[in-house]
Nanobody
Framework: QVQLVESGGGLVQAGGSLRLSCAASGRTLSMNVMGWFRQAPGNEREFVAS????????YNTDSVKGRFAISRDNTKKTVYLQMNSLKPEDTAVYYC????????????WGQGTQVTVSS
């Protein structure tokens, strides 16, 4: 089992920045890819970004490329999402997720942290 706890969400004005953190505990040696997703009211959950154990990154280019940056500190078992130039449409609950074990699906999820961007 892997437990994930997100933090860093909040209310920010458009154009501002936030940094989300997701700390993992439990069977963290089994973690491979760590990712961020988000879900706005009335919308489906959307992929934001992911990072492999050795630092390879993937982004939802349509939505966040060039504004968001994902990073990972394996010693701290933490993944980060630096969000810059925030827009009202970035408002959502942001979830951290992990692919752990031999599969390639996200099998552990955090509880989510609210990000609200005011115009």
């Amino acid at each position: 089992q892997v437990q994930l706890v997100e933090s860093g969400g909040g209310l920010v004005q458009a154009g501002g920045s936030l940094r989300l953190s997701c700390a993992a505990s439990g069977r963290t040696l089994s973690m491979n890819v760590m990712g961020w997703f988000r879900q706005a009211p009335g919308n489906e959950r959307e992929f934001v970004a992911s990072i492999t154990r050795i630092g390879g990154t993937t982004y939802n280019t349509d939505s966040v490329k060039g504004r968001f940056a994902i990073s990972r500190d394996n010693t701290k078992k933490t993944v980060y999402l630096q969000m810059n130039s925030l827009k009202p449409e970035d408002t959502a609950v942001y979830y951290c997720a992990v692919q752990a074990g031999s599969g390639n699906s996200y099998n552990y999820w955090g509880q989510g942290t609210q990000v609200t961007v005011s115009s």
